[in-house]
T-cell receptor, first 111, second 114 residues
């Protein structure tokens, strides 16, 4: 069966450290993968997209990697700050179905 | 402000009530979506409309009835709901052949069914 899994439901990290979130998938051939941020009681907000032929994408303190062999994307926040505390969702698009979302990882950055 | 507005933000209804959720997008997008978000579950796609035509109905019970009168407006009509339908209902829109394919979400309507 097709699955998209974000391994950690919650992740606590010290301010200033790099937060790394994982998204794994099975039985999909994604054309691209997206990451969203969601704050409590709010809708998700798009952060980054990475295509199947791209290894890495960066935006300010954010970095996303995509390994189609491992069927995995990693989402990194460098020099993490308390304002980065939120739930992060990965979503993949395989071309013949609408975007499919993971359950999300709730990140808490502790000062 | 994402350009997608949902009303009401909060709704409490009994199982015999009829209510509607409204979504409006000011982005000129041609696709609109309804998602359901329950605790500890991934976002569940409910309905998709492209150019006002429904292109996806993800096996949603008939007690949820969508309506898309034009590309800017989307409604979700609710009737005889069950307590397990309590959730955050999110509307999203997407542009035409967008390079990023990103979805623009509204703030959601928090529904509680008593």
């Amino acid at each position: 069966s097709q699955k998209i899994e974000q391994n950690s439901e919650a992740l606590n990290i010290q301010e200033g450290k790099t937060a790394t979130l994982t998204c794994n998938y099975t039985n999909y051939s994604p054309a691209y993968l997206q990451w969203y941020r969601q704050d409590p009681g709010r809708g998700p907000v798009f952060l980054l997209l990475i295509r199947e032929n791209e290894k890495e994408k960066r935006k300010e303190r954010l970095k996303v990697t995509f390994d189609t062999t491992l069927k995995q994307s990693l989402f990194h926040i460098t020099a993490s700050q308390p304002v980065d505390s939120a739930t992060y969702l990965c979503a993949l698009y395989s071309g013949n179905t609408p975007l499919v979302f993971g359950k999300g990882t709730r990140l808490s950055v502790i000062a | 402000e994402t350009g997608v507005t949902q009303t009401p933000r909060h709704l409490v209804m009994g199982m015999t009530n009829k209510k509607s959720l409204k979504c409006e997008q000011h982005l000129g997008h041609n696709a609109m979506y309804w998602y359901k978000q329950s605790a500890k579950k991934p976002l569940e796609l409910m309905f998709v409309y492209n150019f006002k035509e429904q292109t996806e109905n993800n096996s949603v019970p008939s007690r949820f009835s969508p309506e898309c009168p034009n590309s800017s407006h989307l409604f979700l009509h609710l009737h005889t709901l069950q307590p397990e339908d309590s959730a955050l209902y999110l509307c999203a829109s997407k542009g035409g052949p967008s390079m990023s394919g990103e979805l623009f979400f509204g703030e959601g309507s928090r529904l509680t069914v008593l």
